[in-house]
């Protein structure tokens, strides 16, 4: 027989300190998710987005890596209730990727020629005086050599 979820949450210790930045967080999802997109393309429209998850997995993931200011019970349940994205946060501890926007950009069947995205070539390695935007989630760099 499946258990009956009642709704209730028990919030680990240290919730009460990272709710507020992760509720305000939410309410800029909620804007971004809700803003109408007239005259934009179609992934420019996810941008905002994608910027705004990157956010709280960073937030997340200094609070827990960087400065140790929260305990791995509430890291972990951050990240089971989908605060952050474990994936992208398994990223960051690996060298080269400290800087990744998102997974999109070094998955390789996204990309022509099975490559990753224009945003991880190091800015001394590109053309001078040419911006560059990822087709993704509009990152301009995030090579780790930057």
Known sequence: MPKIKTGRVNYPD???LIAP??????AKMRQAE????????????LWPIFHIAHQKSRYIYDLYYKRQEISR???EFCLEQ??????????WKKPGYERLC??????????NFGTTCMCRVPKHLREENKVI??????????????
């Open 34 to 45: 809700n803003n109408p997109n007239d005259g934009k393309r179609k992934c420019e429209a």
């Open 102 to 111: 998102c997974l999109r950009c070094i998955q390789t069947r996204d990309h």
């Open 14 to 16: 240290g919730w009460e």
């Open 73 to 75: 019970e509430l890291y």
């Open 21 to 26: 930045t992760l509720h305000d967080l939410e």
């Open 82 to 91: 989908g605060y952050a994205d474990a994936n992208l946060i398994a990223k």
């Open 133 to 146: 935007e990822c087709v993704h989630c509009g990152c301009t760099g995030c090579g780790s050599g930057d």
